[in-house]
């Protein structure tokens, strides 16, 4: 929600008010001079809405603010003009309101639409979160990266490199918005306060690195030409796309990376666009990729986990390129979700195999819950509460 500065406020005294960490209230409010609040200008309080309040027979201030646990000062803030001893039966007043339920709605068919609507919303709440375009898909798509937190460690997670696995993003977003009620309401998670979080790591989410695919897969063939009808051809004239995990483009992007490309390209069956497995004409030719591929050169991540289904195994290492580090942190997250830490399975030219291989830091594969993919939603829950311990140890390992 939004205040406006009166003679003597300063951002302590509006932690102060809601129960708000400094800090958050900081960063939500960049650029701003905070020695020097300027009086009528307007400020973010994060973790908070408000709505309007009709004032009934009997109401004052100060017993609406003590209904509420706040201070009367709270509801002067923000209804500046308010004649406490005059109130009048109807008037309207905006009363603040803590957020403390998600307002992410992942257990559904999580499409692109979908991921800007709920980014929106978090954006809007929480505006400590950063937000940028890292580049756009095939079809146009804006691919967004949420930051968050202000720590030395850089941890970075993505969702969604394959289409059909389009879930990642749904429990990706769960877990965010869970982490920012967290943090605005000082509430653990699983019994474990996340605030040093947020001061030790600065966590990076791409939710969706393939939204054409995903889209493709959830509402069928994009309007546009010539993919509407390229990817049915590619598909062999079947409309059930549940199959697909390329990008709109009939390319596999975790196929695209330039770690043993060749020998990718070499054994995959496909030796043209298909929905999946077929690795391009030469490495970093999607948009996807590259943007994937520049945000990780750019952010100097000290760890990436990216999200995949199915199998419920970890995958952490790559040719012996990984860090000893990788083993305490990988058994941890086997600790933690139940599922199994593999080193090395026989396979290139994926995400984290380039990580591995290029930074030499830990890098991990997730593939989350067990079944065919698309995984049904029926195991979304059981999903989440495999990978919440993921998240956590991601951040505090
Ligand atoms: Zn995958």
């Known amino acids: 929600m939004k205040v406006t500065v009166r003679v003597g406020d300063t951002l302590w005294y509006y932690s102060?008010?809601?129960?708000?960490?400094?800090?958050?209230?900081?960063?939500?409010?960049?650029?701003?001079?905070?020695?020097?609040?300027?009086?009528?200008?307007?400020?973010?309080?994060?973790?908070?809405?408000?709505?309007?309040y009709k004032i009934k027979d009997g109401d004052t201030i100060w017993q609406l603010a003590k209904e509420?646990?706040?201070?009367?000062?709270?509801?002067?803030?923000?209804?500046e003009?308010?004649?406490?001893?005059?109130?009048?039966?109807?008037?309207?007043?905006?009363?603040?309101?803590?957020?403390?339920?998600?307002?992410?709605?992942?257990?559904?068919?999580?499409d692109y639409?979908?991921?800007?609507?709920?980014?929106?919303?978090?954006?809007?709440?929480y505006p400590f979160?950063?937000?940028?375009?890292?580049?756009?898909?095939?079809?146009?798509?804006?691919?967004?990266?949420?930051?968050?937190?202000?720590?030395?460690?850089?941890?970075?997670?993505?969702?969604?490199?394959?289409?059909?696995?389009?879930?990642?993003?749904?429990v990706i977003m769960k877990f965010l918005n869970e982490y920012l009620l967290s943090l605005t309401n000082m509430k653990p998670i699983r019994g474990l306060y996340v605030d040093s979080f947020y001061y030790e790591c600065t966590l990076s989410i791409v939710p969706m690195v393939n939204p054409d695919g995903v889209d493709l897969v959830l509402n069928g063939p994009p309007k546009e030409e010539p993919y509407?009808?390229?990817?049915?051809?590619?598909?062999?004239?079947?409309?059930?796309?549940?199959?697909?995990?390329?990008?709109?483009?009939?390319?596999?992007?975790?196929?695209?990376?330039?770690?043993?490309?060749?020998i990718e390209k070499e054994r995959k069956e496909p030796k043209s666009p298909a929905p999946r497995d077929y690795p391009g004409d030469?490495?970093?030719?999607?948009?996807?990729?590259?943007?994937?591929?520049?945000?990780?050169?750019?952010?100097?991540?000290?760890?990436?986990?990216?999200?995949?289904?199915?199998?419920?195994?970890?995958?952490?290492?790559?040719?012996?390129?990984?860090?000893?580090?990788?083993?305490?942190?990988?058994?941890?997250?086997?600790?933690?979700?139940?599922?199994k830490a593999v080193r090395y399975v026989d396979s290139h030219a994926g995400y984290k195999d380039w990580f591995i291989q290029e930074y030499k830091r830990p890098g991990f594969t997730m593939e989350l819950g067990e079944g065919v993919n698309p995984l049904p939603l029926t195991q979304f829950d059981e999903i989440y509460q495999q990978s919440l311990g993921i998240f956590l140890a991601s951040m505090y390992m």
Do not use: C
């Open 16 to 52: 102060q008010l809601f129960g708000i960490p400094l800090q958050l209230i900081k960063d939500s409010n960049r650029g701003l001079n905070v020695q020097q609040l300027e009086v009528g200008s307007q400020l973010n309080v994060p973790g908070f809405t408000t709505k309007a």
């Open 68 to 79: 509420r646990n706040f201070l009367p000062d709270a509801l002067f803030l923000l209804n």
């Open 81 to 110: 003009d308010i004649d406490a001893e005059n109130l009048k039966i109807g008037q309207e007043i905006t009363i603040p309101t803590r957020v403390v339920r998600p307002v992410v709605d992942a257990k559904k068919n999580y």
């Open 113 to 125: 639409q979908s991921l800007v609507k709920d980014l929106k919303a978090l954006l809007d709440i």
């Open 129 to 170: 979160l950063r937000e940028k375009n890292i580049g756009d898909s095939v079809l146009g798509s804006r691919i967004p990266e949420v930051r968050i937190g202000r720590g030395r460690k850089k941890v970075h997670m993505n969702g969604s490199f394959h289409a059909n696995e389009w879930i990642t993003t749904a």
């Open 228 to 262: 509407q009808s390229t990817v049915v051809e590619i598909n062999q004239g079947s409309l059930d796309f549940k199959d697909w995990k390329a990008n709109i483009r009939g390319v596999d992007l975790n196929n695209q990376f330039p770690t043993k490309w060749e």
């Open 282 to 339: 030469e490495p970093l030719t999607e948009p996807e990729v590259i943007a994937m591929e520049d945000l990780t050169k750019k952010r100097g991540f000290d760890r990436v986990l990216a999200f995949h289904t199915q199998g419920k195994e970890i995958y952490w290492g790559y040719e012996g390129a990984e860090p000893i580090e990788s083993q305490a942190i990988v058994n941890e997250f086997a600790r933690t979700s139940g599922y």
